[in-house]
């Protein structure tokens, strides 16, 4: 049985008296090549984002602003990272189903992607994805 290990990266924080920069460069701090980057904001209370799976791409999500919990289940065991500092990140490993959830008001997620998007990466039901992780063994 896997173990869930939990990936956290601690990006550059680059302080200056007039704003903080973070940088996060594919190849480097991140540890696959960015292939798309897209940002999720204005979840209303209650709702959930993710609740699926990917077969091929792997993620790197940063809390931008505000926080919001991520868990993580590989089918046999679930963990759950809070993630509010932008400069650190959560790394997302394939076949690793994710949810999002108790975004506070105002948060903004990014996720930087390993490859563009392909519908036929997606698991969005969790059943089939405990089947297709079975029969990865």
Not at 122 to 132: A, S, T
Request: aromatic share 10%; glycine share 8%; charged share 25%.
């Amino acid at each position: 049985m896997p173990t869930l290990d939990i990936k956290l990266i601690d990006l550059p924080k680059i302080t200056d008296p007039r704003g903080n920069l973070t940088v996060a460069e594919g190849g480097g701090e991140v540890p696959f090549d960015i292939k798309r980057a897209y940002w999720v904001y204005d979840v209303p209370g209650g709702e959930s984002r993710g609740g699926h799976a990917h077969k091929r791409l792997r993620q790197l999500v940063i809390a931008l602003s505000g926080s919001f919990t991520v868990t993580l289940d590989n089918g046999h065991e679930r963990k759950t990272v809070l993630l509010n500092h932008p400069w650190q990140g959560l790394v997302i490993e394939t076949n690793t189903w994710r949810t999002l959830d108790d975004f506070s008001s105002g948060a903004v997620c990014l996720v930087l992607a390993s490859e563009h998007f392909d519908e036929d990466d997606y698991i969005y039901d969790y059943d089939e994805f405990l089947k297709y992780i079975a029969c990865l063994k």
